[in-house]
């Protein structure tokens, strides 16, 4: 069987998680007593339960998820990691400011820059948050008054995707107001006029996104012309299936979109926001098609008709944020009047998950019980591949668990976990490759085998093989992480967090910044890097 492997992307942002350097700080220095839980015991998870979530919405006071640190008496931090965290996060930013300010991507080997996001300075704008977070008050206000002076959004090179433009530009910009009016940037180092200008420019965004959201399902248009102000299909070259007459999107488009606009209807009053973003993922979420696993959504489908073309469902890419925000949108607006619906869609994904996705895998040698994978389905075939992006599905499967206090969701999370940090213990750099594949216990349903010697010894020697060996300076591994300390209580997160990035200093440092591996299974070095640093690298 051909193997199908989605188009390239990177997850969303908003609040509740951040970069890899972020996150990684906020293991090392910052409280954790902002929302205190008690300690759980984790012991095992099942594949089928009677357990149902609550049948009315939480209030949001209620919702206790953190562990309580402090009553345990380990509240604090390690200053030294936490200052080694922020050293590379200065460096980012200055030797970006040196060689390529006010373009999107720095090129870190050679110093050069790229723009990728139509040329609206991505990298700055996608680590306001993160500047912020961690108290670089020169760099953040650096950052700040170039976006609110030096970015024109109705200037855009291209064809804009509304998709990335989301989470990288208008997720940026309201987290970053959040972060101020929640005091996490020192009192009147913004000024009100500048909160407010920042405001006016995440507005001024989302109303030139608003074309996206003129379909006749509602289903967002993968592109939009700012110059003609209409939804459009993808230029030649960049449409995932060319013979198609319909524009099609994947589930992620549809619901990478409400938390964002959720915020922004917010902060201005304006509801269209939040209703546009609600209406883009209502043929999902109120979903009219037959559902042979109840909550995973096949896909792509056509924003013309709302039908799925193939029967494709995964937390991989193209499918991961929808499911993501679903948890997270419930979470941000427990008393939204849809907040129990956005809930129990997340769990009916969750509990299918758990009844035909889930698999563990033959173990590797020396280990009595294998790993927990998360396979594709797609036209009839399990998948047994996995890739780098789905292990954020562990935060969030955790994160959502510790909510509805379903303890078999909590192991389901911490399993898959442990899972993605065996893919970084187990290469030469102590990073997790792009994609992974397995055999599973039940060997008729491996659709992939082994190719060659080399995959079939890696098999034996880990329990899995790497299918894409390249690192593309992805966080969901560590970002998972987060939620396992945060959620647990239990420090080795922390050190699993610690090896992960100085493994990732060492094998990316590059004359202009942190570089992309080409192969996590050589050693580190100059000559196994790629000449590229997209934004999410200081900023998701």
């Not at 019980?369 to 996995?386: A, D, H, I």
């Amino acid at each position: 069987m051909a193997r199908f492997r989605p188009a390239q992307r990177q997850r969303s942002r908003y609040m509740l998680f951040t970069g890899i350097i972020a996150t990684i700080f906020l293991y090392t220095y910052l409280s954790t007593d902002t929302l205190s839980s008690p300690a759980y015991d984790t012991k095992y998870y099942t594949r089928q339960s009677s357990n149902r979530p609550p049948k009315s919405p939480i209030p949001r006071s209620s919702i206790q998820i953190q562990f309580d640190f402090k009553a345990k008496g380990n509240g604090g931090g390690d200053a030294a990691k936490a200052q080694a965290v922020v050293d590379v996060m200065k460096r980012t930013f200055w030797k970006y400011k040196l060689r390529a300010w006010g373009m999107d991507e720095i090129t870190p080997i050679t110093g050069g820059y790229q723009n990728t996001r139509n040329g609206w300075a991505a990298t700055i704008v996608d680590t306001l948050t993160t500047t912020a977070l961690m108290g670089l008050e020169e760099e953040f206000l650096l950052e700040l008054n170039y976006t609110i002076n030096g970015i024109d959004f109705a200037l855009a090179q291209g064809l804009v995707d509304p998709f990335e433009t989301t989470i990288r530009y208008l997720g940026a910009m309201v987290s970053t107001v959040d972060l101020i009016e929640e005091g996490v940037v020192r009192r009147n180092l913004v000024t009100p006029v500048q909160r407010d200008s920042l405001i006016e420019k995440a507005v001024r965004l989302a109303n030139l996104l608003g074309p996206s959201f003129d379909s006749p399902t509602g289903l967002i248009w993968p592109r939009v012309n700012f110059t003609s102000g209409q939804g459009c299909i993808e230029s030649d070259g960049e449409k995932p299936y060319p013979d198609l007459t319909d524009p099609v999107i994947g589930p992620a488009r549809a619901g990478s979109n409400y938390l964002e606009n959720k915020v922004l209807s917010k902060l201005t009053g304006d509801v269209k926001y939040v209703r546009n973003a609600t209406r883009a993922w209502a043929p999902l979420v109120w979903n009219k098609n037959p559902e042979a696993m109840p909550g995973l959504i096949d896909s792509p489908i056509s924003i013309i008709t709302g039908a799925p073309i193939e029967k494709h469902r995964s937390w991989g890419a193209g499918h991961d944020s929808y499911y993501e925000y679903l948890i997270k949108a419930y979470l941000l607006s427990p008393r939204d009047r849809h907040a129990r619906k956005y809930r129990d869609r997340w769990l009916q994904a969750v509990e299918s998950t758990m009844k035909h996705l889930a698999v563990r895998g033959l173990p590797a040698a020396g280990e009595k019980k294998g790993k927990v994978f998360l396979s594709q389905f797609r036209n009839g075939w399990l998948l047994n591949e996995m890739g780098h992006l789905t292990c954020f599905a562990g935060g969030n499967i955790l994160l959502g668990g510790k909510i509805l206090g379903r303890q078999d969701i909590i192991q389901l999370g911490l399993d898959i976990i442990d899972t993605c940090h065996h893919t970084y213990i187990s290469t030469a750099t102590r990073i997790g490759p792009e994609s992974f594949a397995w055999l599973p216990e039940a060997p008729t349903k491996a659709t992939y085998q082994p190719e060659g010697e080399g995959q079939r010894l890696q098999q034996e020697k880990m329990g899995m093989w790497i299918s894409d060996a390249r690192w593309m300076l992805r966080p969901e591994t560590v970002e998972s992480y987060f939620y396992a300390y945060r959620i647990t209580g239990d420090p080795i997160y922390q050190e699993w967090a610690w090896d992960a990035f100085t493994s990732i200093v060492k094998a990316s440092t590059a004359e202009s910044g942190y570089a992309e591996i080409r192969d996590v299974t050589h050693p580190p070095g100059p000559d196994n890097q790629n000449d590229k640093t997209e934004s999410f690298w200081g900023g998701q």
